[in-house]
C-alpha cells in the first residue's frame, strides 16, 4: 500500500494531471500512515502525535455513547411496539423480521441491532453530506481535508433524535460545516462547535421535529415525554412518577436523543479523554461544579417554578447535559486557550445551562445554546485573563 500511494503521488503533486485533486490523496494517505512532515523553525508547537492521531482519540472516547445509542434506541422502540401490541410495516422491522432476530426488550441482540438501523442511516446521511463539502472546500482552497470532520459528524448525529429525517439531518450538517466552520476558513479558525451550530439550526428552523414529545422514541403512533419535559411541567415528582429513577438516568435507560442519555458512558469517555490529555479536565470540571453551585442557588430560593427544586444529581444525568460537558465544551478551537480561562470558561457553561433549564420552561435542555453563549465569549474571557497575567507581571517586576 505504501509503495503504491508513493508511485501514484507524483501524479497529484503540482505539474502532475490530478493537481487539483492532491486533497483526496492527501486525505487517504494520512488516514493510513502518519505524514512525514515535520516542523523546522519557530513558533510552530511540536508533538509526536498530528491531528488524525489525536481525533482518533476522541473517536474511541465516543464508542461507549455510540454502542450504548445502539442498545438504548432499540430497546426504547422496542418497548413502545411492546406497549402498544403492534409491529407495525416498515424496512426496519421486516429486515428485524427476515433476520429473525425479533422485538423483545429483554434480548440485548434485538435491542442493540433494531437501534442500530436506526443509528446508521443518520451516521452515514451526515458523513456522506458534511464530508462532501469538506473535500469541496478543500479542493477549492486547494488544502488538506481537515481531520475534524470524523468527529464533528459522530458528535452532530448522536444529539439527534432517533427519527429525524435525513433531509433535516444533511441540512444540519450542511449549515454546521459550512456557516459553523468553512466560512471562517476552516478547521482551527471556526469560534462555535460546528456540531452544535448544525443542532441549534435544526432547532430554530424545525422546532416540531427536534424538541416535544414525538422525538424521542422512534416509533409512529407513541408519544412519550422527556424526564426534563416532565421536570419542567411538574418538578420531580412528574419525572419519579414518569417511572424514571436515578439509577436507570445514569445508566440510560430512558428515552432521548441517539448518543446523549447515558450519563456513565460520558463519563467513561471523559477518563479516557482526560489521561490522554485531549480534553482539558478544568473545562469538565468548570461545567460540574458551575452546575452544582447554580442548583444549590435555586433549591434556597422559593419559587412555583418546579424545575428549582431540581437538585444538581439529577441535572447531571437528564438530558444531554454529561455529553455537552465531556464532548462538546471541550472542543480544542472554540473553547478558551488558558487555563484559568478554562475555568472561568467550565463555570459559565454550568452556571447558564441550569439557568435556561429553570428559566426557560419552552427548552428544557439548556447545554446547547450554554456552550454556544461560552463559545462566543472565549477569546474575551482568554484576553481578559492574559491582561492579568501581564499587569501582575508588571507589578512584580517593575
Known amino acids: 500500500m505504501r509503495r503504491l500511494l508513493n508511485n501514484i503521488k507524483p501524479h497529484f503533486d503540482r505539474g502532475g494531471r490530478f493537481e487539483k485533486y492532491y486533497a483526496l490523496y492527501e486525505m487517504v494517505d494520512t488516514f493510513l500512515y502518519t505524514p512525514d512532515d515535520s516542523t523546522r523553525s519557530a513558533p510552530h508547537v511540536r508533538d509526536a502525535i498530528d491531528l488524525k492521531r489525536l481525533m482518533s482519540y476522541v473517536v474511541i472516547a465516543l464508542l461507549p455513547c455510540i454502542l450504548w445509542s445502539w442498545y438504548n434506541t432499540g430497546y426504547q422502540a422496542n418497548l ?16 428485524l423480521l427476515t433476520l429473525n432476530v425479533g422485538f423483545d426488550p429483554g434480548s440485548v441482540l434485538a435491542s442493540t441491532i433494531h437501534g442500530l438501523l436506526y443509528f446508521l442511516p443518520i451516521y452515514l446521511t451526515t458523513l456522506a453530506v458534511g464530508g462532501f463539502w469538506e473535500v469541496l472546500f478543500a479542493l477549492v482552497r486547494k488544502h488538506e481535508v481537515n481531520e475534524g470532520f470524523l468527529v464533528t459528524s459522530m458528535l452532530f448525529a448522536l444529539t439527534l433524535p432517533p427519527n429525524m429525517p435525513l433531509w433535516m439531518v444533511a441540512l444540519g450538517i450542511s449549515f454546521g460545516v459550512v456557516i459553523g466552520k468553512e466560512v471562517f476558513g476552516g478547521t482551527g479558525k471556526n ?10 439550526f435544526l432547532y430554530f428552523a424545525y422546532p416540531a421535529d427536534i424538541s416535544g414529545d414525538l422525538v424521542w422514541v422512534a416509533v409512529d403512533g407513541y408519544t412519550s415525554a422527556t424526564p426534563l419535559g416532565l421536570g419542567a411541567i411538574g418538578g420531580m415528582e412528574a419525572v419519579t412518577a414518569g417511572g424514571y429513577t436515578w439509577w436507570n438516568a445514569f445508566i ?6 441517539l448518543g446523549e442519555t447515558s450519563t456513565l458512558a460520558c463519563l467513561l469517555g471523559a477518563i479516557f ?5 485531549v480534553a482539558s479536565w478544568r473545562i469538565i470540571f468548570g461545567v460540574f461544579f ?16 418546579p424545575m428549582m427544586a ?17 464532548f462538546m465544551a471541550t472542543d480544542p478551537v472554540s473553547a478558551a486557550m488558558t487555563n484559568a480561562g478554562r475555568w472561568v470558561f467550565g463555570l459559565l457553561i454550568g452556571f447558564m445551562t441550569v439557568l435556561i433549564r429553570v428559566v426557560n420552561p419552552a427548552f ?10 461560552a463559545n462566543v465569549f472565549a477569546p474575551l474571557i482568554d484576553y481578559v485573563v492574559i491582561q492579568l497575567n501581564i499587569r501582575r507581571r508588571l507589578r512584580r517586576h517593575g
Not at 403492534?86 to 429486515?95: A, F, S
Not at 479523554?273 to 490529555?277: D, M, W
Not at 458551575?290 to 417554578?305: H, K, P, R
Open 191 to 200: 469560534f462555535l462547535n460546528p456540531a452544535l451550530v448544525g443542532r441549534a
Open 80 to 95: 413502545a411496539l411492546q406497549e402498544l401490541g403492534e409491529i407495525g410495516q416498515n424496512w426496519r422491522n421486516n429486515l
Open 364 to 373: 428544557p435542555e439548556g447545554i446547547m445554546l450554554a456552550i454556544l453563549f
Open 290 to 305: 458551575g452546575m452544582v453551585a447554580t442548583s444549590f442557588l435555586f433549591n434556597i430560593l422559593e419559587s412555583d417554578n
Open 273 to 277: 479523554l482526560i489521561y490522554t490529555k
Open 310 to 326: 431540581m437538585p444538581w444529581h439529577w441535572h447531571l444525568v437528564l438530558g444531554g447535559f454529561a455529553f455537552g460537558m465531556v
Open 252 to 257: 440510560g435507560l430512558m428515552p432521548g436523543s
